[in-house]
């Protein structure tokens, strides 16, 4: 069952969230996943900022707080709890790394919730993300550092495994990718969703989206269409050759090679299917490999 209500302001139009457990207003929930790394458990953080500001003077931010946290080195688990928490806490947008190649399992996932008729998972990159994360550690730790050291406006209640992760980061940690520090990825991961892309205050947003009924709707309609990723799924031999403008023979040499290509049965019964978005990543690093390889001094 949902933890939180969707709910419209009667004199101002404007649409927010409100948890059942504790009264606590939310005028956007957002998500992320970081898969295991290592001995490290991978992470999974629902956010939520809060519809006002603190009554204090100076208050530049709204509060972000934590509402949920699960860790686990079980990739099954994740996708699971995920799925309910998409559910439970209303979450239209998750953040994770497209570059992880087992963001692929999150298409499956999505099988099986259409299967469930249940609400699919949309997810993309975290907002300033690059590549796969070389070198992006500080800038990351600095927003989760300057809500809690030059002022409190997070709050992440007892037993954050993400905040600990933060706390022991050493200097000679910030050139590692944040991905290597699942718990505290995830946090900042989701904190730079609320941070790195502000939404402005109820009055200015009324006049940029038009009408009280149809503003705030529209506002999270235009957020999810923007952001979220829908899976094509290429399902034969002829949807690959002709999404990816190849062969049949240079398919199969992908396949020889190691792309993300299900192959199944045998003979004339032989079937293909891959992901578009997927296989076009790996495509693209395979070409650059097999161009460094043919000339190392470009490298």
Known sequence: MARLRLLRDALTGERYYREAATGMAFRRIVGSLVWPCGERPGCLVVLGETRSRQNVLGALRHD??????????????LLSRMARMTEDWLVQYWATPMADNRVYLLDDANDSQRRLRRPLLHYGDPQGWQGRGEGLLPFYHALAQRRTKSE???FLGD?????????????EDMGRK???FPGAAALCFAL?????????????????????????????????????????????MREICEEMGVGEKQVRAWVRA????????????????????????????HCAMLLQQADPAES
């Open 192 to 236: 730079a969703e609320i941070d790195v892309d502000p939404w402005p205050e109820w009055g200015e947003r009324a006049k940029l989206y038009g009408g009280a009924c149809r503003r705030a709707g529209r506002l999270l309609m235009e957020r999810a269409n923007a952001v979220s990723y829908t899976p094509k799924i290429l399902k034969s």
């Open 159 to 171: 037993a954050c495994t993400g905040a600990d992760e933060i706390a022991k980061l050493q200097e």
């Open 64 to 77: 972000v707080h934590r509402l949920e946290e699960i860790r686990s080195d079980d990739v099954s688990v």
């Open 258 to 285: 190691g792309a993300p290509i299900a192959v199944e049965g045998e003979g004339c019964k032989i079937r293909y299917s891959a992901e578009g978005l997927r296989l076009q990543l790996w495509r693209e690093r």
């Open 178 to 180: 944040p991905t290597d």
């Open 152 to 154: 409190k406006t997070l």
